[in-house]
């Protein structure tokens, strides 16, 4: 099994230009999201994505940030225009579903991340 | 919104002492799972704690949940250079419309001297 790949690893660009960041995350895997880590935090969430609906975006600045997730599967995630604290790693990760018991059907896989860095 | 504080930021060991990372949610929690981040990789879960007041093993790892569901903690006893990196705890919340949001600690940096 892959796992969840990320593309690309690493993108710089100078600020006010775009990127997309591209997600393929574990066969099977219903749940997919989006979170933004910067250097020596947590993971923060961006979106929360259950199956191709988008059911927690509440932590996504919507004005420059975007994403979608065509036929449930694989997502993007579009910056434009990026500013220079927009720098950081975006990790995409996927799961079962979201389950409340110890089925672990809410367990996280995460990719390796595309690491950010705005000039 | 909910939130969820690690203590300490940083730990600095020599090889063959233990170590304690503790974890504290603002909100009850319907379960905590544990992470584990080398430097310059990605996240990678380690466990999943679901009842209150449950322990569980894995090797020299103790993770304990508690009894009021809003705290838990790890323990490594007798650490290796292989232990190093970042431990998170993540927070499920109980429900509301937070339901499924799974949200982080700040994580706990552990460095080991050999």
């Given at each position: 099994?892959?796992?969840?790949?990320?593309?690309?690893?690493?993108?710089?660009?100078e600020k006010k230009q775009p990127v997309a960041f591209?997600?393929?995350?574990?066969?099977?895997?219903?749940?997919?999201?989006?979170?933004?880590?910067?250097?020596?935090?947590?993971?923060?969430?961006?979106?929360?994505?259950?199956?191709?609906?988008?059911?927690?975006?509440?932590?996504?600045?919507?004005?420059?940030?975007?994403?979608?997730?065509?036929k449930g599967v694989d997502s993007t995630l579009k910056i434009q225009p990026a500013e220079l604290g927009d720098s950081a790693v975006y990790l995409c990760a996927s799961s079962l579903g979201v389950g409340r018991g110890p089925s672990g059907a809410n367990v996280l896989t995460f990719g390796a991340g595309s690491r950010l860095t705005v000039l | 919104g909910q939130q969820v504080m690690q203590i300490p930021q940083y730990q600095?060991?020599?090889?063959?002492?233990?170590f304690t990372t503790y974890c504290n949610s603002s909100t009850t929690l319907s379960n905590i799972q544990w992470y584990k981040q080398r430097p310059g990789g990605h996240p990678v879960f380690l466990i999943q704690l679901v009842k209150s007041g449950e322990v569980?093993?894995?090797?020299?790892?103790?993770?304990?949940?508690?009894?009021?569901?809003?705290?838990?903690?790890?323990?490594?006893?007798?650490t290796q250079t292989t232990d190093v990196g970042t431990?998170?705890?993540?927070?499920?919340?109980a429900g509301g419309t937070s339901y499924g949001k799974l949200t982080f600690g700040q994580g706990t940096i552990l460095t080991v001297h050999p």
């Amino acid at each position: 099994e892959a796992g969840v790949v990320q593309s690309p690893r690493y993108k710089i660009i100078e600020k006010k230009q775009p990127v997309a960041f591209w997600c393929n995350p574990i066969s099977g895997h219903n749940t997919l999201y989006w979170y933004l880590q910067n250097l020596g935090q947590g993971p923060e969430l961006l979106i929360r994505y259950e199956n191709e609906e988008a059911v927690d975006d509440s932590q996504l600045p919507k004005d420059r940030f975007s994403a979608e997730r065509l036929k449930g599967v694989d997502s993007t995630l579009k910056i434009q225009p990026a500013e220079l604290g927009d720098s950081a790693v975006y990790l995409c990760a996927s799961s079962l579903g979201v389950g409340r018991g110890p089925s672990g059907a809410n367990v996280l896989t995460f990719g390796a991340g595309s690491r950010l860095t705005v000039l | 919104g909910q939130q969820v504080m690690q203590i300490p930021q940083y730990q600095h060991v020599q090889e063959g002492e233990d170590f304690t990372t503790y974890c504290n949610s603002s909100t009850t929690l319907s379960n905590i799972q544990w992470y584990k981040q080398r430097p310059g990789g990605h996240p990678v879960f380690l466990i999943q704690l679901v009842k209150s007041g449950e322990v569980k093993k894995q090797k020299r790892l103790t993770f304990q949940f508690g009894e009021a569901k809003k705290n838990s903690s790890l323990h490594i006893t007798a650490t290796q250079t292989t232990d190093v990196g970042t431990y998170f705890c993540a927070g499920n919340n109980a429900g509301g419309t937070s339901y499924g949001k799974l949200t982080f600690g700040q994580g706990t940096i552990l460095t080991v001297h050999p």
